[in-house]
């Protein structure tokens, strides 16, 4: 049943679409979350959440923007999947601010994966379970498949007639 869900997904991004808004969703149907956010990271389409599957992943992703550390920045950074299975296990030291700020969600565990096209920064896919929770080496694997599919396609959008900053909210 997932994988035919990953497939529908894979057929979905492979489709030329105008916008990216409902692309959260796309994740959500693929993946046992509870929640998802696609953003826009860094120099050349800043950093705007263009797709949230419902307000705390809107939540999550505003407060990675506001407080500039979180899964999000981790994976930019390390152009690698951050997988964080107990929100509650974190070291103090790990986003301490971003930790606090997202203890009154109802947030057991984060998922990150980053959006390249090439070597350029794109953004990432925010993932998050209400409870604990992991992902497989297989669903590791369909989520960075995914994530590289919808780098391009918003890339792709923000260099077309209308651009990605009109279907998210600029920080």
Known sequence: MRRERFER???TLATPVDSVECTADLFLQTFRVTGVSVSTIGDV???ATVSASNGVAARIDELQF???EGPCW???ATKKPVLTENVTALPAHRWSAFRDAVSHEQVGALFAFPMFVGPLPVGAVDMYSST???F???Q???AVVLAELLARRILRLSSGPEAC???GKRR
């Open 9 to 11: 997904a894979l057929e």
């Open 45 to 47: 389409l800043g950093n």
């Open 66 to 68: 506001n407080l500039r």
């Open 74 to 76: 981790d994976a930019i």
């Open 132 to 134: 604990p929770a992991g």
């Open 136 to 138: 497989s080496p297989v």
């Open 140 to 142: 590791v694997r369909q």
């Open 165 to 167: 900053s009109s279907h």
